[in-house]
């Protein structure tokens, strides 16, 4: 039987070359630059002896030598031109802090955009200023910081050349200051902050601003529009008098102690506790970090928004969790969305964390190390053991941007109550994958893309003979995005018995083909930004090249110049099911395993100015569904501020199912409601409501946060949640949590 299944297998893969030879000879078709692209813009920056007060006020001796970031280019709404607004940028550094000075001039008056003062405001709803630092520059990693007009803060982590995460926090400060003319910010960064290498003097560096008066979006360097300006492809440099100073003695505790009281209708109980824990970073090195997390508390993290759920598949949801974010990349971003290696919410899912430990950053500009130790509690209830949860990855830079990495994943259970198989079938000895990935960035910026294999290794199953747990992925895709096309081809094969118990594999026992094109006119006309039409394509197969799924996508895109947008979607898709499958998913009959269904639809989708006060975002699917049944949904995003203090928002999606008997008419609501009011910077409340009737589901959650010390915070957080008839139970929670970071 083992060896029919490894005939099987290579069979497969025999029959794959011809879709995966056209992808890895395009990997190496364009030349590799390794010039910089923008590396004539540099700024130069000078030690200071004398003061620097973070007031908005940039009066200041220091100011009146510094170089000067000026004359930036515009990106949006068209690129290769001067800006229309005025930006100056000036910075100095002294020992122990970096600081950045910049105004902004207004060439028109007008009131100024904001959301709230809610620290990581969204990009495209207020008017800010954000700092893209790549201290090794090597164009893929690196940090942000920024300001909105009002002074709400702005950090993350850079990774993959552009992408920012803003879970991530740091101790710094910052200032706003604004009148009709112009807006200043000054910002303090501590060195102990960022990761750098000793002794390198050029890092890269980038200055956005986005004004939304006047719709101008702006780099200190010039970058094409189809790229947003956080790409560090066209960062300029920072060219330093010395090299930055060694931090020292780079050592930081932050403790916590929280008291919570739980309440469980169905128990008839209430329950108090309280609890005590924390953090502690230790810089290895200046680019090299330790962290320590004894256990961890995560009650203040935000709950996830829900989403209607019709699909066949699980849902993914991000990690929000403080200790897995820094340089979270180095473990998270293996494979693609649907096929993830390690994906950190499957630690502590539902248990305690005990403890862990994280040894990430660089090594030099070449290498980056990431190392992960979790130990979690068991659960006698459901006879859950305790598990050790290790992770281990390495990337080496090659060519300009490109990059090749290992990962190892290693979920190890350790205790179990008993010695019985019922435990050890549902929940195995080990889980472990060991694979290989290369990441491809051309310096331009035009070609992207990434290849990977995976191999996992479990015990065989004694109640499924057919699963040995040993099974393989992999994927490859390659991706070209000029100012007018787009183009991508993207191929992924999830062997059966593939497994992933630290990764997020909704999917299993399929092969995937995915052609896109699209293509960008961009019109004189005064209203429209851009518009035009994109093609994608998705062809699923068993691994047996039989054909089970395809999605045909045909969509026209409108960007109109003030930055709303509207999109059109048709839709063909053809589903061969796989296992049996409610379509209504509420608990009807299900549709048996083998059965064909084919229905087409159309969607549409209105996304309005970001300026106004009163934003929206409604959209519908009209069409056909399984068993020549009908789906007609209508959602809709509302949104009100009184900035920069009040933003309300709410969203309403409503889906109307038609099947034949037995399940006839389905329908549900899906309500949520957000206040969020930011009394400051550093004094934040917020509310979400979330009424979900799929799920027969209420739930509140409320959290207060008080920052009264950079990094440090009082949070008080209430959470009800309400099964709704015919179901039973609510379940609720009040905790008060104080933390504070001690810096050395």
């Not at 003097?201 to 529009?225: A, C, H, Q, V």
């Not at 934003?615 to 920069?644: A, C, H, K, M, V």
Request: a negative charge; hydrophobic letters at 35%.
């Amino acid at each position: 039987m083992k060896s029919t299944k490894i005939l099987k297998k290579y069979s497969c893969i025999s029959t794959m070359k011809k879709y995966i030879l056209v992808p890895l000879v395009l990997f190496f078709l364009f030349p590799v630059q390794a010039q910089k692209k923008n590396e004539s813009y540099r700024l130069h920056i000078k030690k200071t002896n004398l003061p620097v007060v973070i007031d908005g006020v940039v009066d200041e001796e220091v100011w009146e030598t510094t170089d000067v970031a000026k004359d930036f280019f515009m990106v949006l709404p068209e690129d290769g031109k001067k800006a229309n607004e005025t930006s100056e940028i000036r910075m100095t550094y002294d020992d122990k802090n970096i600081y950045v000075a910049a105004i902004f001039f207004n060439s028109s008056l007008g009131k100024y955009f904001v959301e709230s003062l809610r620290r990581d405001f969204s990009f495209g709803k207020n008017d800010n200023f954000l700092i893209f630092i790549d201290p090794f520059n090597n164009q893929t990693s690196g940090f942000t910081f920024g300001a909105n007009a009002a002074g709400a803060q702005w950090d993350g982590t850079m990774y993959n050349g552009n992408n920012v995460d803003l879970n991530w926090d740091s101790k710094w400060i910052s200032e706003v200051i604004r009148d009709a003319d112009k807006w200043v910010v000054e910002i303090a960064i501590p060195f102990k902050s960022i990761r750098y290498k000793k002794g390198v003097k050029e890092w890269g560096i980038n200055f956005s601003r986005l004004d939304l008066k006047s719709s101008e979006k702006s780099s200190w360097t010039p970058i094409p529009r189809q790229f947003p300006t956080s790409t560090l492809a066209y960062s300029g440099v920072l060219v330093w008098d010395e090299a930055p100073p060694v931090t020292g003695i780079n050592f930081s505790v932050i403790p916590y102690a929280m008291t919570n009281l739980n309440g469980d209708e169905a128990l008839d109980k209430d329950e108090y506790e309280t609890k005590a824990g924390g953090d502690i970073k230790f810089a290895l090195s200046s680019s090299l970090n330790l962290d320590l997390t004894i256990n961890p508390d995560f009650s203040q993290v935000e709950v996830d928004q829900q989403i209607a759920n019709l699909d066949r598949f699980e849902l993914f949801y991000p990690e929000k969790r403080q200790f897995f974010l820094e340089n979270a990349d180095l473990f998270a971003n293996y494979g693609y969305k649907s096929i993830r290696p390690f994906f950190s919410r499957r630690i502590g899912l539902d248990v305690p964390i005990h403890a862990g430990a994280r040894v990430s950053g660089n090594l030099n500009e070449d290498w980056r190390i990431g190392l992960m130790d979790m130990q979690t509690a068991d659960d006698k209830d459901t006879g859950l053991p305790s598990q050790n949860f290790a992770a281990l990855s390495l990337q080496r830079r090659v060519f300009s941007r490109s990059s090749i990495g290992l990962l190892f994943v290693n979920k190890e259970s350790t205790t179990y109550p008993d010695d019985s198989e019922a435990y050890t079938e549902l929940f195995p000895a080990y889980n472990r994958n060991l694979g290989l990935e290369y990441n491809l960035a051309s310096s331009n910026n035009l070609w992207t893309g990434k290849a990977f294999v995976f191999q996992s290794f479990s015990p065989e199953s004694k109640v499924d003979p057919e699963n040995k747990g040993d099974g393989t992925t992999q994927a490859m895709n390659i991706e070209y995005n000029s100012q007018t096309w787009n183009f991508e081809f993207q191929q992924e094969w999830v062997d059966n018995d593939y497994r992933a118990e630290v990764g997020f594999i909704p999917r299993k026992g399929y092969i995937k083909l995915n052609p896109s094109l699209g293509y960008l006119f961009y019109p004189k006309d005064k209203k429209v930004l851009s518009h035009g039409p994109s093609w994608s394509s998705n062809f699923y197969f068993n691994e047996n090249m039989d054909k089970t799924d395809y999605l045909n996508l045909l969509i026209y895109n409108v960007n109109f110049r003030n930055r709303s947008m509207f999109r059109i979607l048709l839709i063909d898709e053809y589903v061969k099911l796989t296992r049996p499958f409610d379509p209504s998913r509420s608990g009807n009959p299900e549709l048996s395993a083998g059965s064909e269904h084919h229905w087409s639809a159309v969607r549409l989708n209105y996304t309005s100015k970001p300026q106004s006060m009163f934003t929206y975002e409604i959209g519908t699917r009209i069409g056909s569904y399984y068993e020549d049944g009908t789906w007609t949904s209508i959602s809709n995003e509302l949104g009100y501020r009184f900035q920069p203090y009040v933003s309300l928002s709410s969203s309403v999606s409503y889906n109307n199912i038609q099947l034949p008997d037995p399940w006839n008419t389905t329908d549900f609501w899906l309500i949520g409601a957000k206040s969020d009011i930011t009394f400051s910077n550093k004094l934040f409340f917020a509310t979400l409501f979330q009424y979900n009737e799929q799920s027969e589901n209420f739930n509140l959650n409320s959290r207060f946060q008080w920052r009264y010390k950079p990094a440090s915070d009082l949070f008080l957080v209430y959470t009800n949640n309400h099964m709704l008839p015919p179901l039973e139970g609510r379940t609720s929670s009040i905790s008060l949590k104080l933390a504070y970071w001690f810096n050395k």
